[in-house]
């Protein structure tokens, strides 16, 4: 496993300390290299989830198992109506956010790319 640095966020920041991710929102990085090109999204549920999941914050790839495309509807919207679920905005699958999993649309059983991460002197390191 290789430990890439992601430098850039879609907000132009040079690096982004998820201490600054508030309850019930997300954060996309773009990830551009000789190899490869896709986008990461960070997401923290809101609090009253928050509170059975230990107010973690979860990273998957933006990529729908269904057909291969972007999930959110407008740029780091993935969240369904009432926050309780990641949404597809193509046709509607919806995800677990502690998990990815699908339990409701056309990928059902299927499961987001869940993204390994850690944060080190407030910048954060993806596992790819
Ligand atoms: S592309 Fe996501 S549900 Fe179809």
């Known amino acids: 496993m290789n430990e890439n640095i992601i430098y850039i966020s879609t907000t132009g920041e040079t690096f982004y300390s ?4 508030s309850p019930g929102n997300c954060q996309v990085f773009k990830i551009n290299d000789s190899s490869k090109s896709f986008e990461i999204f ?4 809101p609090l009253e989830l928050n509170k059975k999941k230990n107010n973690e914050i979860f990273a998957y790839k933006n990529i729908c198992p269904h057909q291969k495309i972007s999930l959110d509807w407008k740029p ?3 969240f369904n109506y009432d926050k309780t679920a990641i949404q597809c905005s193509t ?4 995800f677990r956010i502690y ?3 699908c339990f409701k649309g056309p990928c ?3 499961s987001l790319e869940k993204v ?3 944060i080190k002197n ?3 390191i993806f596992f790819l």
């Open 91 to 94: 046709h509607g699958a919806l």
């Open 122 to 124: 407030d910048k954060i």
């Open 18 to 21: 998820p201490k600054n991710l």
């Open 76 to 78: 780091g919207s993935f």
């Open 108 to 110: 059902s059983g299927k």
């Open 42 to 45: 960070l997401i923290k549920s």
């Open 99 to 101: 998990d990815g999993f």
């Open 116 to 118: 390994d991460f850690k």
